[in-house]
Every structure is written in C-alpha cells, then in structure tokens.
C-alpha cells in the first residue's frame, strides 16, 4: 500500500533552515509528482510546493518563493523541501502527498494519498 513518511521537523529560530524529508513506498514514485502541503493551527491546509515527474517547480504558495524549494531522488525514493529564512508564519505541520497524476495539479478533490505529517516550528 502507498505510505509517506515525514521527517525533518523541529524547532528552528527565525531566518534558520530545516530540510524535510519525504520516504515514499508501495508505489512507482518516479510516476507521480509529489508535494509538499502544511497546515497551521486554526487554519486550513495549503499547498506548498510541488514537483513534476519531469522535475518540473510549481509553487502553491507565494510566500515562500525564494526561500523553499523542492527536489526528488528517485532512486532514493525519497522527497525533499528544503526551507531557508525560515519565519514564524512558516510554524505549521508539513504534509507530503502524491498528486493524483504526473503533473501538479493541487486540486484536493482528486485523489490524494497524505503522509502523517511533521511539526516544524519556528521560533525563539
């Protein structure tokens, strides 16, 4: 069966970095794209960041251009967000998912599978 495990969290202080990590299994991970989602206390869950099956970049959110970005090794079978400058507003748990497809789409009427998740927090 699909599972996605989170790791990499933590509790960071502003302008600092985390790099999750994303193990997939039970499925061909170099079919899919993949992203990354987070959800905030009180708020609900946003797309991140998402890359293609060709590796292509789509950004879900505006506030962390420049300072996140996505990658994959599939060989691995492995997912990464790398967050640098990291700001209080980014304190949230982050998601991994598969996409429906080989595209992005982050329309969450499809058929997404979700990892557990993973705190990151960020603070003094």
């Known amino acids: 069966q699909v599972q996605l495990v989170e790791s990499g969290g933590g509790l960071v202080q502003p302008g600092g970095s985390l790099r999750l990590s994303c193990a997939a299994s039970?499925?061909?991970?170099?079919?899919?794209?993949m992203s990354w989602f987070r959800q905030a206390p009180g708020k609900e869950r946003e797309g991140v960041l998402c890359?293609?099956?060709?590796?292509?970049?789509?950004y879900y959110s505006d506030s962390v251009k420049g300072r996140f970005t996505i990658s994959r090794d599939n060989a691995k079978k492995t997912v990464y967000l790398q967050m640098n400058s990291l700001e209080p507003e980014d304190t949230a748990v982050y998601y991994c998912?598969?996409?429906?497809?080989?595209?992005?789409?982050?329309?969450?009427?499809?058929?997404?599978?979700w990892g557990q998740g993973t705190q990151v927090t960020v603070s003094w």
């Open positions: 890359i293609s099956k060709s590796e292509s970049t789509t």
């Open positions: 039970g499925f061909a991970l170099n079919y899919y794209a």
């Open positions: 998912a598969r996409e429906p497809n080989f595209g992005c789409s982050g329309d969450l009427r499809g058929s997404y599978y």
